[in-house]
């Protein structure tokens, strides 16, 4: 298995609304990383996590909470989003934070809030 | 700070012809990866260079690493629709915390 799956694909949110961003990869990554991408640009970093431990905040406001329940799986809980978070969600992982030879991306989950 | 700067930032070109995209730092990377992206979907790595002077080729895609491990290119022989795009490089190196550093991406469209 080589791929990072993220679901959902789409999701359109109030800004009152409660949901969250699933992260999943069985290649024995280590390290695990949110970004947010708007169209056209390059990937903004959000969190990092190695070896399940928060290990950079990219001073992300908290209506975004990254949980890392085990060494295969990341979540991006997302509470009372504005407009301007709507963007593409892009996890990723390596073989560790120090890992010089690349990262393997999902798809993204493509967010919009209304 | 660390900075890539990546050029050009759009190019339009027709099929059959060759193109080179370059990303360029003041800083040194242990790395330089390059990607590729295709809308709505993430990035795809297609080459990680590590070595000062390296030379990589993937089909009609050749990489190249600056001696001074400052500098990457791109270069792309006989563009075809398919290769159409946006082609992001990133720079990494162990003490910027670890981070991948990004260039601005270079938006391709390769027209029949």
């Known amino acids: 298995d080589t791929e990072v799956t993220q679901t959902p694909k789409h999701l359109v949110m109030g800004m009152t609304n409660k949901k969250s961003l699933k992260c999943e990869q069985h290649?024995?990554?280590?390290?695990m990383y949110w970004y947010k991408q708007k169209a056209k640009k390059p990937p903004e970093l959000m969190f990092v996590y190695s070896y399940e431990k928060l290990s950079i905040n990219e001073s992300v406001p908290s209506r975004f909470s990254p949980e890392c329940p085990n060494s295969s799986l990341l979540n991006l809980h997302l509470h009372a989003l504005q407009p301007e978070d709507s963007a593409l969600y892009l996890c990723?992982?390596?073989?560790?934070?120090?890992?010089?030879?690349?990262?393997?991306f999902g798809s993204g989950t493509r967010l919009t809030v209304v | 700070t660390q900075l890539l700067e990546q050029s050009p930032q759009f190019l339009s070109i027709q099929e059959g012809e060759n193109l080179t995209v370059y990303c360029n730092s003041s800083s040194v990377f242990s790395s330089l990866q390059w990607y590729r992206q295709e809308p709505g979907e993430g990035p795809v790595l297609l080459v990680t260079?590590?070595?000062g002077g390296e030379v990589k080729k993937l089909k009609r895609l050749t990489f190249q690493f600056g001696d001074a491990r400052k500098d990457s290119s791109l270069h792309i022989t006989a563009a075809q629709p398919g290769d159409t795009g946006l082609y992001l490089c990133?720079?990494?190196?162990?003490?910027?915390?670890?981070?991948?550093?990004w260039g601005l991406g270079t938006s391709l469209a390769v027209n029949p």
């Open positions: 260079v590590v070595t």
């Open positions: 290649m024995g990554h280590r390290a």
């Open positions: 990133a720079g990494f190196n162990a003490g910027n915390n670890r981070k991948l550093i």
């Open positions: 990723a992982s390596s073989l560790s934070q120090g890992n010089n030879y690349g990262y393997t």
